[in-house]
C-alpha cells in the first residue's frame, strides 16, 4: 500500500458513497491523522431501513436523513464532495468526477445496490422500487393517489384495479410494505372516502421461494405470515411475476398462471451492485458475482489493490460463511468501522485480523403490535417483537441524530399511527388522479399563465 | 338564490379551493344540514405563511400540512374531491373537472393568487417564487445547491455568483427569506464547508417602494430593515429590477443601474388573482381589478349571483376601507367563516350585515431574536416580538394539526436553529452541483443500467 509515511501531506483517503459504509468509514476516521474526502450525489445521509415508512406517509424524508456536511461539520480532517464519479484511476491512484480529479492514497467504495428487474427493465416504470427519497415520493404519490383515483372511478373493474396492490418481493421491504398498506387500508384511512370502501382492498405479496424473510428462522416467516394475514394480506409463496403489462400482472405459482389487475405494482423484489462495480472491474480486473457484487478479499480489499476496499452492499464477502453476507446496515456498518481502523492500523505500521461479522439479529415490522425478531437465541413475535423493534429503531434514531425529541416524535407518531405524511407531491402532482398511476399519459403540469385584462 | 327548501336533497355547497378561506368555509358547514364538496388539486391543506421555513430547511413539508381527507374525515356532510376545475356554468350550477360535472346550489371560489411576473414570464425559471411545496423544495434546492457549487467552485468570480443571492420584493416573504438566508449563511452553515467561507455570502434585498413591510407601521419598517442589515442583509429600497438575464440581475434604484452576478435569484415580489378568476369573469361577466382579483360585493357574492362567492386572495374586497383587503391568511380564513354562517343563515330564510375584517394585526420573522409586530395599539420589536411570533405560530399550528407534540418539535427545532430539513431532492437532484441553478443544462438523471456480465 502507498503509505505516504516518508513525505509530510496527510495520508489521503478516499470515499465513494455516504450511506452505512461510508459514513462509518469515514467517523471512525474523524480522528485519525488522515485526510478524508467524502463523496456522495446527494447532500445527506438516508437511513433507508425506514424508506418504506416515507412511502406509506408515516414519515418526512427529513425525519430519516442526516445532512452529511453536518454530520461532519466538526470532522475538520472530512471534507464533504457533492458530486458523481465517472471513474477511477488506479494507476495514478486518482477518482474522476466530470472534470474534476481527486487523488487518494486508499480508496474506499460504498456505493451500495440498485434494484434488479432480471433483466425486464421496462417494468421498472410500473413497478418502483424503493431506494431513494425521490422512489419513496413516488411509490407514496402512487398509494395515496390510488385511493383518490378509486374514489373518483365509477367503473367497479377500473376501481377495483385502483384498489389492488401488488408487492413483488417477500424480504423485508416487501413484508413492512404490505403491512403498512394493510394498515393504511384498514385502519388509517378507513373513514376518509365517501364513494369508496378502503376495506375492499386486496393487498397481494408475491414470493418467489417457499418463505416470507428467508434470511429469519422458518418459525418467524411461519408467524410473519400469519401475521400478515390477519391483517388482511393475500400471499402467495413459490411465486414469480411472469410478466407486466399495462395495469395486468402475471404470476405463475407452482405451475399455474394468475392474471390480477392491479394499478399499483411495488417491486422489492431484485438488488444488483451499483454501476461503480463494473467501474472496478474494467479497471482493476475484480471479479463480480451474478449480481454485480465485487468479490473481497478477507481484509475488505480487493485482489491486487491492497489500498482498494469494497464495502456494504456492493461487495461479496464470502470469507464467513458459505454463502455472501446479506446486504443489510448492519454489515455496511461494521465493515466501514472495520477499514477506518485497518487503515489507521496500517499507518503504524500493523495490521488487523480479517473482517468477521458480528450477527446482532434481524427484525422486521409488520404492523400495529405485529413483529419479529430474531436474535439467534432469542426469538419475538407479536408484541413483544414490536415493542422491541421500536426500541431498537429509537436506539438507531438516537445515535444516527442525537435529536431526542425527534426521535420521540417518531415513535409517537408511529405508536399513534398518525400518517400526517401523506402529501402527494411532485411534477406529477398536479395531474388529474385518474392519470396518477400511468406514466405513459404523464402530461406536464399546467403553465401558470398571467392573467390578461 | 337558489335555496332547495321544497323539494328534500340537501342544499349543495361546492367550495373551490382548500386554502385558507375553501377549509374555514367547509369547517363552518360541517355540521350544518347542507352537502358540502371540497375541490383541490392537492390532497392537503398548506399553512403557507410557513413556507419559507421548508424553503430555507428547517421543516418538512408535512410538518405544514394537513390531509384534507383527515381533516374531514369525521364531517360526513363534506365530500372532499381531488381534481381540477377547468370551467364553471353559472346557468346549469356546475362545476366542470375534466369529464366530471358537479352541480352546485352555492359555489365558493377560493382559488388563491399565484405569482406575477409584471409581464416578464420569462424570469419564473430563473427567479422562482413560493407558492406550493414544489417551489419551496425547489427554492431549497437552489440555496443549498448554491452553496454546494460555490464549495466546488475555484474560479473566483465564478464563486461569488454561486455565494450571491438576490431576494425581489420586501414583503413578509422576502424579509422572512432573506433573514433566513443570512442566518443559514452566517450561523448554521459556518462550520460546514471546507473551501469556501459561507460569511463571504451577499444577501441582496430589493424593495421597489420606499420602505420594506409596508402593511406594518413605518416605525416597524424601520426597526426591520435595521435588523436585517445587523444580520447582514444588503437592502436596496426605491429599487426596481429592470432585467434577469442568465446569472446578471440589473436593477434600477433612483436613476442608476446596477448589475450583480447572482445564481439564486428569488422572487417575493408580485401576486396575481388565479385563473379561476379569469373563468369567473367570462362565465359571469364579473369585474377585476389590475392584479386579476375579483371585485366583490360587502357579501362576498359577486354582482348579479348571490349564490357565487369568491373568498380569500382571488377576492378584492373593498367595502371597508379605501383599498382592497390584503391577502394574508386572517382575512381569508374570516372570509370562509362568514360565508359558511352566512349560507346556513340563508337557508334559514335570515340574512347577515356585511362582512367585516377584524384585523388582528400582522407580524415578520426577520431572525433569531428579532421579529417584528404591529397590533394597531402595541408595537413589538428584536427579542419580544420573537417571542410573540413564536407564541402566535404555535397557537396557530395547534389550532391546525392539533398534534402537540409536532408543534413543540417545531418550535424546539426553531429556537435550536436546527435545520435537518435541508435535504436537495427532486429530479434534478442528482445533477452535478454546478449545473444547480441552470435550468437550461438541466440533463435527464443517468438511468440506472443493469450490470452485464
Redesign the interface.
Known amino acids: 500500500m502507498a503509505v505516504s509515511l516518508e513525505n509530510n501531506t496527510p495520508h489521503q483517503v478516499v470515499i465513494i458513497g455516504g450511506g452505512f459504509g461510508g459514513l462509518y468509514a469515514a467517523k471512525a476516521l474523524a480522528k485519525a491523522s488522515v485526510n478524508v474526502t467524502l463523496i456522495d450525489?446527494?447532500?445527506?445521509h438516508l437511513f433507508q431501513p425506514l424508506l418504506y415508512q416515507v412511502a406509506t406517509g408515516t414519515l418526512?424524508?427529513?425525519?430519516i436523513?442526516?445532512?452529511l456536511?453536518?454530520v461532519f461539520?466538526?470532522s475538520k480532517n472530512t471534507?464533504?464532495?457533492?458530486?458523481?464519479v465517472n471513474d477511477i484511476d488506479p494507476k495514478t491512484q486518482q477518482v474522476i468526477l466530470?472534470d474534476?480529479v481527486v487523488p487518494y492514497d486508499t480508496l474506499i467504495v460504498a456505493t451500495g445496490a440498485?434494484?434488479?428487474?432480471f433483466?425486464k427493465?421496462n417494468w421498472?416504470k410500473v413497478a418502483p422500487g424503493l431506494k431513494t427519497?425521490?422512489d419513496a415520493?413516488e411509490m407514496r404519490r402512487r398509494i395515496?393517489g390510488a385511493f383518490?383515483a378509486a374514489?373518483?372511478e365509477t367503473d367497479p373493474e377500473k376501481r377495483r384495479a385502483w384498489l389492488s396492490f401488488v408487492i413483488v418481493g417477500g424480504g423485508p421491504t416487501g413484508v413492512e410494505l404490505a403491512g403498512a398498506i394493510a394498515e393504511l387500508a384498514y385502519k388509517t384511512?378507513k373513514?376518509?372516502?365517501?364513494?369508496i370502501d378502503t376495506s375492499e382492498t386486496k393487498i397481494l405479496l408475491l414470493q418467489g421461494g417457499p418463505r416470507i424473510l428467508p434470511h429469519m428462522a422458518p418459525e418467524l416467516s411461519a408467524s410473519a405470515a400469519v401475521s400478515l394475514q390477519t391483517l388482511g394480506v393475500e400471499l402467495h409463496t413459490h411465486t414469480r411475476v411472469t410478466n407486466i403489462e399495462g395495469d395486468i400482472v402475471t404470476f405463475k405459482q407452482d405451475n399455474e398462471f394468475t392474471e390480477i389487475a392491479s394499478k399499483t405494482i411495488l417491486w422489492a423484489a431484485g438488488v444488483?451492485?451499483s454501476?461503480m462495480?463494473?467501474v472496478l472491474a474494467e479497471t482493476t480486473g475484480v471479479e463480480?458475482d451474478?449480481?454485480?457484487r465485487v468479490i473481497v478479499e478477507p481484509d475488505l480489499s480487493i485482489e491486487g489493490y491492497d489500498n482498494i476496499f469494497v464495502i456494504g452492499d456492493l461487495a461479496n464477502f464470502s470469507h464467513q460463511d458459505a454463502k455472501p453476507l446479506p446486504g443489510v446496515a448492519p454489515v455496511a456498518k461494521q465493515q466501514g468501522e472495520y477499514v477506518g481502523k485497518l487503515i489507521q492500523r496500517r499507518l503504524q505500521g500493523k495490521t488487523l485480523p480479517q473482517f468477521h461479522y458480528n450477527d446482532v439479529g434481524s427484525l422486521a415490522m409488520i404492523g400495529q403490535n405485529l413483529a419479529v425478531v430474531d436474535l439467534s437465541l432469542i426469538k419475538l413475535t407479536g408484541f413483544l417483537a414490536w415493542a422491541f423493534w421500536l426500541l431498537v429503531h429509537i436506539y438507531f434514531l438516537i445515535e444516527f441524530?442525537t435529536?431526542l425529541?425527534?426521535v420521540?416524535?417518531w415513535a409517537?407518531n408511529y405508536i399513534t399511527r398518525?400518517?400526517?405524511?401523506?402529501?402527494?407531491?411532485?411534477?406529477e402532482?398536479?395531474v388529474?388522479?385518474?392519470s396518477i398511476n400511468n406514466s405513459s399519459t404523464y402530461q406536464t403540469p399546467?403553465k401558470?399563465?398571467?392573467?390578461?385584462?
Not at 41 to 44: E, G, H, L, W, Y
Not at 79 to 84: I, N, P, Q, R, T
Open positions: 450525489k446527494r447532500n445527506f418526512s424524508p427529513s425525519d436523513s442526516a445532512p456536511r453536518s461539520s466538526k471534507k464533504v464532495l457533492l458530486g458523481e466530470g474534476e440498485n434494484h434488479s428487474y433483466g427493465d421498472e427519497v425521490e415520493i395515496f383518490e374514489e373518483k384511512l373513514e376518509d372516502f365517501r364513494s444488483q451492485g454501476p462495480g463494473k463480480r451474478y449480481s454485480g441524530d435529536k425529541l425527534v420521540f416524535q409517537w398518525n400518517r400526517r405524511s401523506r402529501l402527494i407531491t411532485g411534477r402532482a398536479f388529474e388522479a385518474k399546467e401558470k399563465q398571467p392573467v390578461k385584462l
